[in-house]
């Protein structure tokens, strides 16, 4: 287990970081994808709030622990974001941050209770449920996954690489769904066809964390 | 004339990053004897606020829709404004800036138009605002009748309701009204207003540079949002008389008014219709709604609730007592919306 | 829902043919206690015309520039405006009739915005009613600073100046001024009063069912008129600081006030523009009036001398004395401006 | 001289009637021409004069004066037409109709001093001069023409055709002009290169003139 990748502060810092850039690099095509069953501002609505972490992280001086640094990641997608990506991130961020307490680092098992944290804030908020056509529907296939692989006693990297899979999937699943929730809900059946912005994101930013953590594992 | 920072589409606009608050400070240059633009919270405050006793009314929303909301800041309607990017829902830390600014010790009332963004947001700022210790109220606005109202929605959008009711309830916290009569006044604007909206273009947001959607040649977009969310359904362009014909019977058929019921018409321009046609569908809506057997004694026509250019009306129906109609005919005098003052 | 008679373009329209008399029937029903709209004669008047002993206000011109004149029909402004087809000035008759209901018998002025068509026809109409025994002022109207001035046009057109001197002149009627009072009033506004107008858009009459001119993409017409005459010159689209500075300058320097100089700052909506475009346009207008040593004390910003939906805006800048001042101040209640009342 | 053509009531209405056919027909073209370097509505406002002008005359007997006629068809173009052209045409036709006062018939230098009589009106409330890019570089050519036949002992058919033909060389010398009067004017040297409506429609009127003399000769 002595190669086993664990996650530190510094883990954080690059995922937030590399997530920013991913979200920045599609973000025209999320603002497409939320033009036709939305009001079309998903990618600049995340955009923003990931430039702005990128400064409040550069603030940040060395030996800031992993859970006050996603705390603070939270907040300032709380403060910058709006919409409704704004407060479901920024929730989620902020409860996963409080999940880890004041650990300096932190393994698999931890990772993925601050995964389940964060999906717990996001529910309690915006009380959507799977197959409802949100974020929901790629952030619960990657839980499971991620779980999934770590009981049968995969790598955190390989359980990542499973988790970020299955958000994939599962962003991709949200296509034929009907939408019940946030701004997509109002077209009805002609939500259907068109895959969810808010999955795709997340299912972007899943990706980022299973690569930075392989990266400084 | 052209430089290098020319925007490729064509709107009165510096960077198109700064286009919300350029706005704001144009309003707030336009009128400071109202209110005051604060740049740093990103909100638009009554000029006396706080009014010591007074229970005071926030609303925000994205940008985009103007004169809603900055346009209403002033006296006998809101006492803040949190605006947001063009569309997008603003965010807590503003909303809380404007409860705490306009705090005058008799309670907030926070309207909120119900979609997702906008509620969430407000409620964690009505969190942070209890936490230090201010009561806040929360009324949501949810008068659009082209969303079904069911568990397989977010439930009704916001739209032209909004306007009457951050008018009827300002004069009432304009009267001394207090916090729970406020709120309750505002719970019934909303009971008993219906709205249902038509586009006959698309809008342009300013950070987009491209319009939100395409409408074909000839094709008009029933139940639209008003941001720029495609509606229910598409059919071909018909005349004013029937397109009124499918506003008034899509509202009436919702709001179940008694024979005879007074109402206030409210129709609405989504920003790039000339007052020509608002007008003109304006005399046909009130036809219509007289031969439903309604009795409109109030009016507002023009452009009040927008999405930025685009062409298009929405008719929003309020069912009025003595009560409410007292208090629409109360002084109001903001940017926007100003009589009697 | 698509019959035989829909309409080609789209806009909220019955028979294209009767939306100017269409669209002022809307206008009546929304405001019949300020006005009503005689089909017959073609003309809006005030509720309560003729005012006994009162100056009289006639206006008129083309429609599609609404609010003006319709909307400004009430207390404090205009006691009646004939509106003609769309872009097109009203017939003499109509101008008879509006002069006869409205004579309180202390006089009547024709406001007239300077087109060969407004101005022909006024004089005709002017000439029917001296043959009937009403004294007739004429005020003429000639703000535009695009076009020059000189034998070789037509002269200036009259654009926004139109509406701050309805107001002024309205005022000072309602208040008891006698006509050559009222009349010398109009023409001090006039001859203070300097406009100039750009166009991002193009717009479409009902009758003609498409649009005017082409602006290519990415570019501008300068000195627009406001019946989509083409403008002086087209340019690249820019910035609003740019756009601004070229209205600012063109107006400034013609008005050639003297430094220090009050001002009315007027920027004008040319229907297509969004609110949150405008103010920000305000916005830079008002920081360079200062810069260029004026200083605005009064403001109006909205839509109110229209070119259909044209996407554009005007500067109209009034060089204020403290009887202007205080006459702009005083209450006006009509459909599109009102305050005090 | 017997078989001279005579002007009578019956040839006016017929030239009205036929007058306002062209205008009609070629509607769209004085519209566009008006476009280009006005405000697009020429073509409108003639064909509006002129269906109310063929209303106007259906309502009259027979035995009404041509003079009577053309008061009455100028005093509905001015009541109907609005605009600059409603005046100016209307003005003009009252005046010829005025000049011609109580005869029932008339000859060509009768029509002569009839037409003098229309541009002297336009003259009057207009101000143009020839070369300024209106109705008047239309109709003065035509006048001189005509007077110019008749003085020459021509037959007045052959003189209004020769009229007709000045009106419509008059109305395509203005495409180099560059407008002084009028809303062309705005428009400074951007007028030169289009040419005038109102020269254009008054040659429609006077080729229509020609056509009904001829005809009712
Ligand atoms: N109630 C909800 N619960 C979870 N996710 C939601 C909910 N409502 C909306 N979303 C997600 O938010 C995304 C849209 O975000 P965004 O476009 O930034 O906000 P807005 O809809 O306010 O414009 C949707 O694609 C969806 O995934
Ligand atoms: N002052 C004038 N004198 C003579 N003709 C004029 C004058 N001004 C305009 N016109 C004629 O009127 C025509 C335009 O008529 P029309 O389009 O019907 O009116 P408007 O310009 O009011 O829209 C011009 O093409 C020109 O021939
Ligand atoms: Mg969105
Ligand atoms: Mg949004
Ligand atoms: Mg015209
Ligand atoms: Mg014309």
Known sequence: ?217 | MATATTPAMKKFLNDPADAVRESLAGLAAAHHDLLRYDADAQIVVRADAPVAGKVALVSGGGSGHEPLHGGFVGRGMLDAACPGEVFTSPVPDQMLAATKAVDGGAGVVHIVKNYTGDVMNFKLAAEDAADEGITVESVLVDDDVAVQDSLYTAGRRGVGATVLLEKIAGAAAESGDDVQRVTALARRVNARARSFGVALSSCTPPAAGKPMFDLPEGEVELGIGIHGEPGRRRERMSSARELAGVMVEAVVSDLQAPPGAQVLTFVNGMGGTPQLELYLLYGEIDRQLREAGLEPVRNLVGSYITSLEMAGASLTVLELDDELASLWDAPVHTPALRWGA
């Not at chain 1, 403060?79 to 996963?96: D, E, F, H, N, Q």
């Not at chain 1, 699943?173 to 997340?202: C, F, N, W």
Request: net charge negative; hydrophobic share 45%.
């Open chain 1, 1 to 217: 287990m002595i190669t086993e990748p664990i996650v530190r502060a510094s883990t954080i810092t690059v995922w937030l970081t590399q997530a920013g850039a991913d979200v920045r690099a599609r973000g025209d095509y999320l603002t497409q994808l939320d033009a036709a069953i939305g009001d079309g501002d998903h990618g600049i609505n995340m955009t923003r709030g990931f430039d702005a972490v990128d400064k409040a992280l550069a603030g940040q001086g060395d030996g800031v622990l992993p859970g006050r640094l996603l705390i603070l990641a939270g907040k300032t997608l709380v403060s910058t974001v709006g919409g409704a990506s704004g407060p479901l991130w920024g929730s989620a961020l902020r409860r996963a941050g409080r999940a880890l307490g004041d650990v300096e680092q932190f393994d698999g098992p931890q990772l993925a209770l601050a995964l389940d944290a964060a999906i717990d804030a996001i529910v309690e908020l915006g009380a959507a449920a799977p197959g409802d056509k949100t974020m929901v529907d790629a952030l619960v296939p990657a839980s499971r996954a991620l779980h999934a692989e770590l009981d049968a006693g995969s790598s955190l990297d390989q359980a990542l690489a499973a988790a970020a899979q299955a958000a994939l999937e599962g962003a991709e699943a949200t296509v034929p769904m009907q939408a019940r929730k946030g701004r997509a809900s109002y077209l009805g059946e002609r939500s259907i066809g068109h895959q969810d912005p808010g999955a795709t994101s997340a299912a972007i930013i899943l990706a980022a964390l299973a690569r930075s953590v392989g990266e400084s594992g």
